[in-house]
């Protein structure tokens, strides 16, 4: 099957998983305790105003009733508007892409040269001092939780040191990027393991496969055969958990932005499921939903360009 | 839903800090905070709700909504230090002879805009709250009000018709929420109101600005700017005052206070009996349809303990009643101590020996799971168990309200008729304990018919003596409020949370 063809399909696969998970997302906000009202009145939980509140959002209808129409609106591209607050949802949406997108993207354009390099020194030198550093380092890292270094960090360099800003309260991630710092060495920590690790290994598999030794024979010299012939073979395994990462890093990681207060996709997510504003919590389970389809598609065809023949397209 | 647990976090950071700050050890002198001096940009950092948060002073419902609403509005009166209501926008009231008719003199105030507030504004942010379609908090509070007879007198009288007589009316004119805005306003992307601080700007989720009115009719506030920044976690609030991002933090813990109380970067404020802490028995159903069984309850309760444990000593023991250092509190009747024996002879009195019952908590306040616990165990040995089964945060109010029998409670500074009012009466909206006595409603309409504030308050003394003997409210203490701030923030009231000098910025300055 060719690629483009490959493409479309696995599309129109993600638009049904897109509505799956919608309604899957649905149907659980709808089993969990309470709702957007009994959340709103809080401490304050008269039946008489409960109530009230319930016909001003509209909770009065039946979950099915809302349902179908705000599947309606999607359809048509609207997202529909917060039970609690009455803004488009949106705008929630645009508000928390923002610092969730700054931070992915920085993240990634660190962890994605840098495990790649790692990975690559660790293999050509094999069981050398290099290796070994490499790998004692990266697992140490890969073995914090993200609150733990999170809060190490900002004690040490935050609060004692005063080297850097210890959260992003109210300040404008790009106008003021030291606060950007802490954040990004906490999300590239874990990742930088699983990615260096293997590219070390796809690449130690590959300048010991046929191709290589072929490669070798015909004469072609050492850093061509490394960097034209070997690596493009061992990025291939790499790329699929570059996706997942990606795909992590989309979904706003709550922990990071909570400690750091980054008002990302996460934290519109937690506020959202504990106010039960289901319109919100629909529309980021949109936005998860669709950026894991495509980033997953564009991992597979990007693993294909890599390397055709060790990646089937079925 | 959140990878890492609260509790264990919070105490993690505040062991790291606190390590941190001791390894510091070189002193800055620290700036006198003690004379007041204007200018300057305060950051003060709130809990948020995000897609809850909103600028209409009368969907207020968070801290922060609170904090915002006062800055930017005035209501007609509010709770002064002692929870009893004082003029505000209000410059005097007087009740006719039959307490049913309220006439209020408004003060010379302008909202920012430039238009004077005028009775005709008071009457239409009333008939907003009011509005049969909406769902305002103050609605309930407002409720009293009659206000197809009510008028505006003049420009600045407004006649208030009441119900029924109603001696406590200006407690109606503090609810929380029943802000003054201008007539016809339903726009709050840029609100206008009278308050000390004007609107500049406004992002959701993140920050509010404002800025000092110089017109505001009590004397300009000393801060040229004030900046509300959201942080959720209190240990990131913690963080951000620690490392100069904000010079205000609001409502911290006893542990991060204890921490920081000796350190010189961090100055602890707390506002004493600004949270009573409880545990609500309900007297319409078994087991605590008996009265020795409440009683047995009462006497189990070592509250000192609990205040230390629970409250990491930031707080004071209750006696079972709401409101210590309140008006109309009753100091006299004497502080219930644990009394193990007495307890045991109640409970098998009562029938209910290797009883089990179902104490019901959540997270959805601080201290709230960390007081069940402790008090599961201070129960034990004396022949009742009692089962700690937590529950979910968000629907835990309305949860418990119908369901279980025993409960674990918290509670904010309103004025002790307002409580009664609210939980105490059969009629009560959120009567928690499901304490219902047709003599305690009538003493209840006798207090609030009572212009005498002397009679008055021994009405108040009589009702609260029955609720010590017999009611479902095992209250066993009152919690501090902790705010934290830069050492060179000055005018920080220690009035209770919810009360009018509580995160009042007009008053505070940048030394």
Redesign the interface.
């Known amino acids: 099957m060719s690629p483009r063809r490959y493409a479309a399909r696995r599309l129109a696969l993600g638009l049904v998983q897109v509505l799956a998970v919608v309604t899957v997302v649905f149907l659980l906000v709808q089993a969990?305790?309470?709702d957007a009202a009994?959340?709103?009145?809080?401490?304050?939980?008269?039946?008489?105003?409960?109530e009230?509140?319930r016909?001003?959002m509209g909770l009065d209808r039946p979950p099915l009733e809302r349902f179908g129409e705000w599947v309606l609106g999607l359809a048509r591209g609207d997202f529909g508007v917060?039970l609690?607050?009455g803004?488009p949802v949106v705008?929630?949406l645009h508000?928390g892409l923002g610092p969730t997108l700054v931070l992915a993207a920085l993240a990634l354009v660190l962890l994605v040269p840098l495990s790649v390099v790692l990975g690559v020194l660790a293999a050509l030198r094999e069981g050398g001092p290099v290796d070994r550093v490499v790998t004692t380092v990266t697992v140490g890292l890969h073995s914090i939780?993200e609150?733990?270094l999170a809060?190490?960090l900002?004690?040490?360099f935050?609060?004692?040191l005063?080297w850097l800003?210890?959260?992003a309260?109210?300040?404008d991630l790009l106008g003021q990027p030291a606060v950007l710092v802490l954040p990004l060495v906490v999300l590239v920590a874990r990742p930088l393991c699983s990615i260096s690790r293997l590219v070390r290994a796809g690449m130690i598999d590959a300048l010991a496969s046929d191709h290589v030794r072929h490669a070798r024979r015909l004469g072609i010299g050492v850093t061509r055969i490394r960097f034209a012939h070997a690596l493009p073979n061992a990025l291939a395994p790499a790329v699929q958990q570059v996706a997942r990462t990606t795909d992590w890093l989309l979904g706003g990681v709550?922990?990071v932005e909570?400690?750091?207060?980054v008002?990302g996709l996460g934290?519109?997510l937690?506020?959202?499921?504990?106010?039960?504003?289901l319109p919100?919590v629909q529309g980021l389970a949109v936005v998860f939903a669709v950026t894991t389809v495509v980033v997953n598609l564009v991992a597979d065809l990007l693993a294909f360009r890599l390397a055709p023949r060790s990646v089937a397209i079925a | 839903?959140?990878?890492?647990t609260r509790r264990g976090?919070l105490g993690?950071?505040a062991g790291?800090?606190f390590?941190?700050?001791t390894?510091?050890g070189t002193a800055e002198p620290t700036s006198a905070a003690s004379t007041p001096r204007a200018g300057g940009r305060l950051?003060a950092?709130f809990a948020g709700?995000?897609?809850?948060?909103?600028l209409d002073p009368h969907l207020a419902?968070l801290f922060v909504e609170a904090a915002r609403s006062k800055a930017l509005y005035d209501k007609l009166a509010d709770l002064g230090p002692d929870v009893a209501a004082q003029p505000r926008l209000a410059e005097k009231w007087e009740p006719d002879a039959t307490l049913t008719r309220w006439r209020i003199t408004l003060r010379r105030a302008v909202f920012h805009n430039g238009q004077p507030v005028r009775a005709e504004d008071v009457l239409a942010s009333y008939a907003r709250i009011l509005d049969p379609?909406?769902?305002f908090?103050a609605?309930?509070s407002l409720a009293l009000i009659d206000l197809a007879n009510s008028r505006a007198v003049d420009e600045r009288t407004v006649e208030f018709a009441v119900k029924r007589p109603f001696v406590e009316f200006p407690n109606v004119l503090a609810a929380f929420g029943a802000y003054i805005v201008p007539a016809g306003t339903e726009d709050f992307t840029s609100p206008v109101g009278s308050g000390p601080f004007r609107f500049v700007s406004f992002?959701?989720?993140?920050?509010v600005l404002l800025k000092r009115n110089a017109e505001y009719w009590e004397g300009a506030p000393h801060l040229d700017e004030l900046?509300f920044?959201?942080?959720?976690?209190e240990?990131?609030?913690a963080?951000?005052l620690?490392?100069?991002?904000?010079e205000y933090a609001h409502d911290l813990t006893p542990t991060t206070a204890r921490s920081h109380a000796a350190g010189d970067r961090m100055a602890i404020h707390r506002a004493p009996n600004s949270a009573v802490q409880a545990f609500a028995m309900k007297l319409d159903r078994p087991p605590f349809d008996n009265r020795d069984l409440r009683e047995a309850m009462f006497l189990l309760a070592d509250r000192p303990q609990l205040v230390e444990s629970v409250l990491a000593g930031s707080g004071q023991v209750g006696n079972d009643l709401f409101g210590k250092g309140y008006q109309h509190y009753a100091d006299d009747i004497p502080q219930r101590t644990r009394d193990l024996d007495k307890a045991k002879f109640l409970i098998r009195k009562a029938g209910a020996e290797g009883l089990t019952v179902k104490l019901d908590t959540s997270t959805?306040?601080a201290g709230m799971v960390e007081a069940a616990t402790v008090f599961a165990d201070q129960v034990k040995g004396s022949g009742l168990t009692v089962e700690v089964v937590t529950?979910?945060?968000?629907?835990y109010?309305?949860?418990t309200?119908k369901n279980g029998s025993l409960s674990s409670f918290?509670?904010g500074a309103m004025p002790i008729e307002t409580h009664i009012a609210?939980r105490l009466l059969s009629g009560s909206?959120?009567n928690v304990t499901k304490w219902a006595r047709p003599e305690f409603d009538a003493l209840y309409d006798q207090a609030v018919s009572t212009v005498d504030e002397t009679r008055r308050g021994e009405v108040y003394r009589e009702m609260q003596r029955s609720l010590h003997a017999e009611g479902g409210y095992l209250m066993w203490g009152f919690a501090d409020w902790i705010v934290g701030a830069a050492p060179n923030v000055g005018g920080i009231s220690t009035a209770p949370a919810n009360t009018l000098d509580w995160a009042r910025f007009d008053k505070v300055w940048l030394g």
Do not use: Y
């Open positions: 969990l305790p309470g009994v959340a709103l009145a809080g401490d304050n939980p008269d039946p008489r105003r409960i009230q509140i016909v001003t917060s609690i607050s803004r705008e929630f508000d939780p609150f733990a809060v190490v900002i004690a040490v935050g609060v004692q005063r800003p210890p959260t309260v109210g300040a709550i922990v909570a400690v750091f207060v008002p934290t519109i937690v506020d959202a499921v504990a106010g039960r504003d919100v | 839903m959140h990878p890492l976090f993690l950071t790291l800090s390590a941190a700050l390894g510091c950051r950092a709700g995000g897609a809850k948060e909103v419902n379609n909406r769902a908090r609605k309930s992002e959701p989720g993140k920050s900046e920044v959201i942080a959720n976690e240990s990131a609030r963080n951000a620690l490392g100069g991002q904000v959805a306040a529950g979910n945060k968000d629907s109010w309305s949860d309200l918290r509670s609210q909206g959120t």
